[in-house]
């Protein structure tokens, strides 16, 4: 059982490419969470998902986009990356609305 | 808005103790849970443990406990007999209860020293 899993684990870009952060989960959750994590902050929701086919806005949204064609996996893009997008990205999925969140290893995000 | 308030940038225990790591929130809601996460170096996210806001007794996994003090908005985490794998950040965390959005502390780094 591997929980919650994130692909890749760092990546390097510069200015203005593009990229997509894949997340996967096999404990058939229906709720699945991106946030982006930097220093000094906690932890920041940026989009979420209430089951396939759904997403909704978070905290911080913007330069973000993301898609959850099937339940297991949740994806989130960057269509023009920006320095101030520097930052850890965490998925985290739960079983219900509410329910603890358990967190996948991270993806390190460095814009140049 | 919620809040979560974390007061202690990193805290030092020595092995073996017990320590306590702050944690105060700001909610008008009367229905929310509360969370400790643990992120060691390696940077995963662990989930320690929740307390819901109607639960009447303090929850408690194994070495961890959580304080909770409603009156006073605490949810302050007790990590007993301390062990070097403790090391690490610690994110205290709230949700309202039907909501998405989870509120995260600043964090407290602690480091146990042997």
């Known amino acids: 059982n591997a929980g919650v899993t994130q692909t890749p684990k760092f990546r390097v870009l510069k200015t203005g490419q593009s990229m997509t952060l894949l997340c996967a989960q096999d404990?058939?959750?229906?709720?699945m969470y991106w946030y982006r994590q930097d220093p000094g902050m906690g932890l920041r929701l940026i989009h979420y998902s209430v089951g396939e086919g759904t997403t909704a806005k978070g905290e911080v949204p913007d330069g973000y986009n993301v898609s959850r064609l099937k339940k297991q996996n949740f994806l989130l893009g960057l269509e023009s990356a920006a320095p101030s997008q520097t930052s850890v990205y965490f998925c985290?999925?739960?079983?219900?609305?509410?329910?603890?969140?358990?967190f996948g290893p991270g993806t390190r995000l460095l814009v140049l | 808005a919620q809040k979560i308030t974390q007061t202690q940038p990193g805290m030092f225990v020595q092995e073996k103790e017990a320590v306590t790591l702050d944690c105060t929130y700001d909610?008008?809601?009367?229905?929310?849970?509360l969370f400790w996460y643990k992120q060691p170096s390696s940077g995963e996210m662990i989930f320690l443990i929740y307390?819901?806001?109607?639960?009447?007794q303090n929850a408690t996994e194994g070495r961890y406990s959580l304080n909770f003090q409603k009156a006073r908005k605490s949810a302050n985490l007790v990590i007993s007999a301390s062990q070097l794998g403790d090391s690490a950040m610690y994110f205290c965390a709230m949700r309202l209860t039907g909501g998405f959005k989870t509120i995260f502390g600043a964090g407290t780094r602690l480091f146990v020293k042997a």
């Open positions: 909610t008008s809601d009367p229905s929310y849970g």
């Open positions: 985290a999925s739960s079983l219900l609305r509410g329910e603890t969140q358990y």
């Open positions: 404990m058939n959750h229906e709720y």
């Open positions: 307390q819901g806001s109607y639960d009447q």
